[in-house]
């Protein structure tokens, strides 16, 4: 059967995100103009050797949030590498002129969030490092529901892996 969330008809089982699933190229951009941008945060999140590690960079514009960068990787890595790439990745999205202020990370892992802020107090990167706080995950399906299906949720079209991750979610309710 199916639901009706903000404006929108969803499976109660399948599809989490219709819009990405069957109309991806409504939501995707190829360039913005970082001076749009009014903020940008990073989204981290440690996934191990099960689903590999991901930074998310989401900017904040007047006609809502867009995925601007993304990283990725799978399998094994040092602690040492994740620092690395995650300086990387905060200074190539900085050079662009995007206004970073924070990060938010997995509050599960406290170990690594200590190496990300160790390496980014190195780099004097200025970005602080935050504990992410996840409300219930019914409630932000519905707030990206709802942006994508009003236009205002873009992802740069180079954001291949979280276009993948939103196109691929299923709703499982025995795992609810």
């Known amino acids: 059967h199916k639901r009706f969330i903000l404006g929108l008809w969803c499976q109660a089982e399948g599809v989490i995100y219709p819009v990405a699933a069957t109309h991806a190229s409504t939501l995707l951009i ?18 191990g050797n099960k689903s590999g590690d991901g930074f998310v960079l989401v900017g904040i514009t007047d006609a809502g949030p867009v995925i601007l960068d993304e990283h990725y990787v799978k399998g094994i890595k040092t602690p040492a590498a994740l620092d690395s790439a995650f300086v990387a990745f905060c200074q190539r999205n900085l050079a662009k002129g995007y206004k970073i202020y924070e990060a938010y990370v997995d509050s599960a892992e406290q170990t690594l969030k200590a190496g ?12 602080e490092i935050r504990n992410a706080i996840k409300g219930p995950i019914i409630d932000r399906i519905r707030l990206v529901n709802g942006l994508m299906g009003r236009g205002r949720f873009r992802i740069m079209r180079h954001c ?16 609810q």
Not at 116 to 127: G, W
Not at 163 to 174: H, I, R
């Open 160 to 175: 291949s892996e979280v276009l993948g991750a939103l196109q691929q979610a299923v709703w499982n309710s025995k795992k």
């Open 30 to 47: 190829d360039k913005i103009d970082p001076a749009s941008v009014k903020y940008a945060i990073i989204g981290v999140d440690f996934g």
């Open 116 to 127: 990300l802020e160790a390496a980014a107090l190195k780099a004097r990167l200025p970005i």
